[in-house]
């Protein structure tokens, strides 16, 4: 059974950084993608970053809304993934979930419980 818990969240005020954390669980994670979404109140849950497999190796990908201000990275040994998070403004405040999603005939998704993040004016 996958499990995926989130860390890091908080209080931070505008321009300031906050690293969150995802610790994976129940199966092997080194072939699948990575990444982390968010939802604001009263909007829908949104794409902000991802690891992407392939065999070619793995690919970062971003929602322009965070380009060159988050980084994402991934610890296969340790079946984590992480979302380094800098220049943070108020539209940044949400809950921050973790995903991993298998591909395959019926993909599938698997998502942490949420990691509240607050960005203050």
């Known amino acids: 059974q996958v499990q995926l818990v989130e860390s890091g969240g908080g209080l931070v005020q505008a321009g300031g950084s906050l690293r969150l954390s995802c610790a994976a669980s129940?199966?092997?994670?080194?072939?699948?993608?990575m990444g982390w979404y968010r939802q604001a109140p009263g909007k829908e849950r949104e794409f902000v970053a991802m690891?992407?497999?392939?065999?070619?190796?793995?690919?970062?990908d971003y929602a322009d809304s965070v380009k060159d201000r988050f980084t994402i990275t991934r610890d296969n040994a340790r079946d984590a993934v992480y979302l380094e998070m800098n220049s943070m403004k108020p539209e940044d405040t949400a809950i921050y979930y973790c995903?991993?999603?298998?591909?395959?005939?019926?993909?599938?998704?698997?998502w942490g419980q949420g990691t509240q993040v607050t960005v203050s004016s």
């Open positions: 690891t992407r497999w392939s065999w070619r190796g793995y690919n970062s």
């Open positions: 129940g199966r092997t994670f080194t072939n699948v993608d």
């Open positions: 995903d991993v999603n298998e591909a395959g005939p019926v993909p599938v998704d698997y």
